[in-house]
Every structure is written in C-alpha cells, then in structure tokens.
Nanobody, 125 residues
Framework: GHLVESGGGSVQTGGSLRLSCASVGYGYNRACMGWVRQSPGNAREGVATIDYDFGTIYEDSVQGRFIISKDNEKKSLYLELNNLKPEDTAMYYC????????????????????WGQGTQVTVSS
C-alpha cells in the first residue's frame, strides 16, 4: 500500500492550494497522519498533523493559514494552504504512522512509516 498526493502547483503570494492524499491499499492510519515539507538545502519539517480524534497540531509559521483535515471513509488526507508565502515553497509529503507510538506531533513520522512521493508547491512573489 502507499499514499498518493495531488494538488500541488505554482501560485503567487497570497494564493491558495488544496493538497490531497489518497491511500491505495493500506497506508491510511487514523491514529496519526500529517504533512511534512522539504525545500532544497533544508531538512524535512512537520507542517501539520491530525490524530484519531481529529485533534490537530500546526507548525508555527503556518498556524492560521493552513488547515489539515481527513475523511476516514475515503481514506484521504487533505491540506488547505491559504495566504501562501514564498517561504512555503517546498515539496509536500503526506505521511502516516505505521504503528501508533503514543503521540502525534510534528516529529511523529519516521522513515519506516508510510510516505507519499510528494507534490511540489511553488509560491512566487
């Protein structure tokens, strides 16, 4: 099983995008899923997570601009990106824990967990 992202693209500052992540086979874990991004020369950073009870955590720089959501029936995860800034430019990855470790924060996802192939978001000034 694996995760497949879609919805990335190029927008101008202030624009919006909606990323989607669909689970093919297994890979969807209601306990903890999230979005992680990586820009060239930088380490991956957690952007947002959502847990079993739909509790959410956001990275400080996206708080109030991004919204994470999920649809358990469709086994899909979403990220709404609003008021985009050039510093949001990155490859965005969908992730899900393989086994719940008791926490669902921005550092919850390890290499051995489920990851998508990424979708590029580019914001121009």
């Amino acid at each position: 099983g694996h995760l497949v992202e879609s919805g990335g693209g190029s927008v101008q500052t202030g624009g919006s995008l909606r990323l989607s992540c669909a689970s093919v086979g297994y890979g969807y874990n209601r306990a903890c899923m999230g979005w992680v991004r990586q820009s060239p020369g930088n380490a991956r950073e957690g952007v947002a997570t959502i847990d079993y009870d739909f509790g959410t955590i956001y990275e400080d720089s996206v708080q109030g601009r991004f919204i994470i959501s999920k649809d358990n029936e469709k086994k899909s995860l979403y990220l709404e990106l609003n008021n985009l800034k050039p510093e949001d430019t990155a490859m965005y990855y969908c992730a899900a824990v393989e086994h719940f470790r008791g926490f669902c924060n921005l550092d919850a996802f390890y290499p051995q967990d489920y990851w998508g192939q990424g979708t590029q978001v580019t914001v121009s000034s």
